[in-house]
């Protein structure tokens, strides 16, 4: 793979072949027209359908689910197209109220869904097992059973109703704010002697410099920004739990988990699993925290240190190399794999050019009708970043195996969504060390490996101590600013078990991070250590299996769409989540390369 120090930009993504025009699109108007006379298509139908499910009744339901579901996939759509334009220019003020049109949509498609759950409650079993036995339904009867399951925990429909409605110019609306309030920040940087504006996204890019410096700086600037929207984001946060709370109150959920747990088709006893053997085994990071101090000769490990690069390797990587490297690697396990993001990477599905006015983050977005994905990052040319297009290009590969399911048996949980992501990733970083003979460049990819491991064990573990200390007081009242400065700091105190100086908190780290804000997905933080590990354990059988794995790859996403994680797990690897002993040896498996860190860094 060739490399240099000064790399082309990275390309700009293709969304004219979607909707040509942007925001002001005459097409994409019209399809949001459709999308309008849809819903009212499809209230008459619910209007119209008969209340007794039997023979002569089963294939109108038929008929109405697929319309359902149809409908949900064009508003998706919406939206997604929406918040592509949005974040590729956050100052299109028409992308951000399209956001906005795409909710209510969503708002008016979650009532009628509301509705169709009380319908379905009313059915006797032996109906409703006749009803989910028909040919037509079969693709989606997981989703159906599931959706029946849950409306056993809700409240009356015209309070639901009422809820939903709420939530548009409530609820949601916290989130749009705080998108739009992060989005704005603009910090004064200097560098290379001279100053210049930055996002929030661009100096996220400075925290993997190799400068201390520089890191520093980025972090100070950081915190500077987001002091300047504190008081603003403590609203916001405290708004969308009080939301929450009043919801699952009046829907008797006992716990604020009930609803994410649900989300992600996880057991509770799975995700205690989980994190009581990461809390056991955290603290085995120490002897790779303290190589990492002495190769970057600090005394004092600090957040901005985090992602600071190990081995001197002054280079970067062009995106079309990238690509290349991946697609090859790739190659060795699995040519379907391969194929698919050749390509998405010749049709500019990814937007990667690094400049101003983009949003932060990085993220993989599916646009269901068209059978086709868009990825979003900043690529800046770092290692780093060739392994976050890896990572998105599997969540792309992972729509791609679906892309043929209806929408309801294609709707994945968020913790198996990260498999596909991280095994691609995990692919990447493996090929790469498999064929490097430079010692340095071997330390950097070790670093990179065990990175990944020390942020799912300490970051994304403070994350879900946070939320859920913020849930226990949060019912007593509104929690200030700085209660939830201490609660964070309280809470990396707790998962970073030592590994993290004293001095080297991050207190706002709540407000500076858009996953805190996420009305979508309450907890957006668990399943990202899940994915992670049980990517690991999916990637372990790839190895020992080789490429006749491929295929039962294949079968495990596919699968994705209309199981619980468990029953994945049981299928496909045999394995039992709810137990220490999967959770053990992936840990094991994660922190295996720490001697051999050690050691290279020790010798050179």
């Not at 989606?140 to 056993?152: G, I, P």
Request: charge should be neutral.
């Amino acid at each position: 793979m060739t490399t240099s120090t000064k790399i082309p930009p990275a390309p700009t993504w293709d969304l004219e072949s979607i909707f040509p025009g942007g925001s002001k699109s005459a097409e994409f108007k019209k399809y949001r027209e459709k999308v309008k006379k849809d819903v009212e298509n499809t209230t008459a139908l619910l209007d119209n359908l008969l209340e007794t499910l039997d023979e002569t009744s089963r294939k109108k339901w038929a008929e109405f689910v697929n319309k359902f579901q149809n409908l949900v996939a064009d508003i998706y759509t919406v939206m997604s197209f929406a918040n592509c334009l949005a974040s590729q220019n956050v100052e299109d003020t028409e992308a951000h109220n399209i956001v906005g049109e795409g909710d209510i949509y969503k708002s008016q498609w979650d009532k009628l869904n509301s509705r169709f759950e009380a319908l379905i409650l009313k059915q006797t079993d032996k109906e409703w097992d006749a009803f989910t036995a028909l040919d037509e339904i079969q693709d989606v009867k997981f989703y159906l059973d599931e959706m029946r399951e849950k409306a056993k925990r809700k409240m009356p429909l015209a309070l639901e109703n009422l809820a939903l409605e709420l939530a548009v110019n409530g609820y949601h609306a916290w989130n749009r704010l705080y998108d739009k309030m992060a989005a704005d920040i603009r910090v004064d940087f200097g560098e290379n002697g001279a100053t210049k504006k930055l996002s929030m996204g661009q100096l996220a890019t400075k925290f993997s410099d190799p400068d201390r410096a520089v890191r520093r700086q980025a972090f100070e600037k950081m915190i500077e920004g987001w002091n300047t929207r504190a008081d603003l984001a403590a609203m916001a946060l405290n708004a969308q739990a009080g939301f929450r709370l009043s919801l699952y109150k009046n829907r008797s959920w006992d716990s604020p988990l009930y609803e994410p747990l649900t989300m992600a088709r996880l057991q509770q006893k799975s995700l205690d699993a989980m994190w009581r053997v990461v809390a056991r085994e955290t603290p085995r990071l120490a002897p790779f925290i303290e190589a990492k101090k002495k190769i970057l000769k600090i005394d004092k490990f600090r957040w901005y240190d985090e992602f600071a690069p190990c081995g001197k390797v002054n280079k970067l990587y062009a995106f079309d190399e990238a690509g290349e490297f991946i697609i090859d690697n790739v190659k060795n396990f699995s040519t379907d794999m391969a194929e698919f993001m050749k390509m998405a990477l010749a049709n500019r599905w990814i937007e990667g050019e690094d400049r101003t006015g983009k949003a932060g983050g990085g993220w993989c977005t599916t646009l269901k009708p068209f059978k086709q994905s868009r990825i979003f990052m900043t690529y800046a040319g770092s290692f780093e970043n060739m392994l976050t297009l890896a990572h998105e290009l599997g969540h792309a590969y992972h729509g791609y195996i679906l892309k043929d399911r209806p929408l309801f048996a294609s709707r994945y949980p968020m913790p198996l969504a990260e498999t596909a992501s991280i095994f691609s990733e995990t692919l990447v970083i493996d090929a790469a060390m498999g064929i490097c003979d430079n010692p340095q460049e071997k330390l950097m990819l070790l670093d990179q490996k065990l990175q990944a491991a020390y942020i799912m064990f300490t970051d994304i573990h403070s994350r879900y101590l946070f939320d859920s200390e913020f849930y226990r007081e949060r019912p007593n009242g509104l929690v200030d600013k700085n209660r939830l400065n201490s609660m964070m700091v309280e809470a990396q105190k707790k998962a970073f078990a030592g590994l993290l100086d004293e001095s080297g908190y991050h207190p706002l780290f709540w407000a500076s991070k858009l996953h805190f804000f996420i009305t979508d997905q309450p907890f957006y933080n668990f399943p990202y250590t899940f994915g992670y590990l049980f990517a690991g354990g999916v990637y372990d059988r790839a190895k020992k299996e080789g490429a006749s794995f491929a295929e039962k790859y294949k079968a495990l996403l596919a699968d994705t769409g209309s199981m619980t994680c468990e029953q994945v797990a049981e299928k496909h690897l045999g394995i039992d989540l709810t137990k220490d002993d999967f959770w053990e040896a992936a840990v094991k498996r994660s922190l295996a390369d720490i001697d051999g860190f050690v050691k290279l860094a020790e010798s050179l």
